[in-house]
């Protein structure tokens, strides 16, 4: 090779590795000591409050079908051990929620679905702080739920953005199920075609449902640190139900008495914060994401490569992927590095010596 195709092979590298920095980077020192940003809490938090239905939940009779938000976890979930801690967690969860006025010991089915007031109050008096996710439905009302529609909670298919806030009032999360449930089973299930109208009138008898993120706030009421995700259907759009969400969601914040920060997969909505409200922490949500399975641009989110657009205060990323270069990178120019969702106490010995703190469920941590 010649010196000066070597030089040019040099340069192309040190160019490539300086505008990966440039790229990853999170928002410098001086920008947050200037806008006067707060640091994430240390605590665990919650995923979606601490829940005895819902996301990442495991018993012995659906522990075939459990896939969760991430087939990585359900390897460690076959292991006794990681049963054994899913009972401890459903557990706590009952007897926080009973605690804090919801439910009671003769409760058959689930007292605090993932992402209800239950759950949220149960978290607050566990004395864990809470990650939550937040939508819009069809009245523009901002509403605490994770999934586009209602099927796995509900077993109801359709979206949220198609019912109305009063609505979903009367629709029961995790009707006729059981402690510990992973997933609802449709409310009209030997019906054909299942029932998927919403109740005439509110059911009998104790149920949660989708809240709205102002009852969440009063439920919580500054008692626990929060992670609020904003949720979109589509992470590479933007429109005027975007912008509204973002509105109505920080007005919301805005006026609350209690610590918070804010995160979205979607670097629109970090950046939303970075150009209207940098007093606020923000942190971009990321995963590593499969080239050959995803498309190229969740490809590239997974690298954090749009950092440079939000300028995250922290890297909220898939904790099996903590040892990651962009992970690494972006925790060394000092991002805050958050782990989501972290199932089992195995999980975490392999994932702690990468990130700050921890988003987690299905367990119950050694310290809070």
Not at 138 to 145: A, C, I, P, S, Y
Not at 162 to 178: A, H, Q, V, W
Not at 348 to 355: D, I, K, S, V
């Amino acid at each position: 090779m010649s010196s000066k195709l070597w030089r040019n092979v040099v340069l192309a590298g040190v160019a490539a590795a300086g505008a990966a920095v440039w790229a990853v980077a999170p928002r410098t020192f001086n920008d947050k000591r200037r806008n006067f940003v707060p640091s994430i809490p240390e605590v665990w938090y919650a995923h979606r409050g601490l829940h005895d239905a819902g996301s990442g939940l495991v018993n012995v009779v659906d522990i075939a079908d459990y896939a969760g938000d991430n087939p990585v976890s359900a390897q460690s979930d076959t292991t006794g051990q990681s049963i054994a801690e899913n009972d401890d967690y459903v557990a706590l969860a009952r007897a926080m929620a009973i605690k804090a006025g919801y439910g009671s010991a003769d409760t058959t089915g689930p007292i605090a679905p993932e992402n209800s007031l239950a759950a949220f109050a149960a978290a607050c008096e566990a004395g864990y702080g809470i990650e939550l996710d937040v939508q819009l439905t069809l009245d523009g009302q901002v509403v605490v739920v994770h999934d586009a529609d209602l099927l796995r909670v509900a077993g109801d298919s359709r979206l949220i953005e198609d019912l109305t806030y009063d609505e979903l009032t009367r629709i029961p999360l995790f009707p006729n199920g059981k402690s510990g449930d992973l997933k609802a089973e449709p409310p009209g299930a030997g019906e054909n075609p299942p029932l998927v109208v919403t109740p005439s009138a509110a059911p009998e008898g104790y149920y949660q449902h989708v809240p709205l993120f102002s009852d969440v706030l009063d439920v919580v009421a500054g008692r626990a640190p929060l992670i609020m995700e904003y949720k979109f259907s589509n992470n590479r759009a933007w429109d005027e139900r975007s912008e509204e969400l973002m509105e109505k969601g920080h007005a919301l914040l805005e006026a609350y008495d209690g610590p918070y920060v804010v995160e979205s997969f979607h670097p629109g909505a970090v950046n939303w914060y970075k150009e209207h409200h940098p007093e606020v922490c923000r942190g971009q949500l990321s995963w590593p994401a499969k080239l050959d399975k995803h498309g190229a641009a969740e490809w590239t989110a997974g690298l954090l490569a749009f950092n440079w657009l939000s300028r995250p205060d922290f890297v909220a990323y898939d904790w099996t992927g903590g040892a990651s270069p962009q992970v690494k990178l972006a925790r060394s120019m000092g991002a805050t590095a958050v782990s989501w969702t972290v199932r089992s106490s195995e999980e975490l010995a392999q994932c702690e010596p990468y990130f700050d703190r921890h988003i987690f469920e299905a367990f119950v941590p050694d310290e809070v």
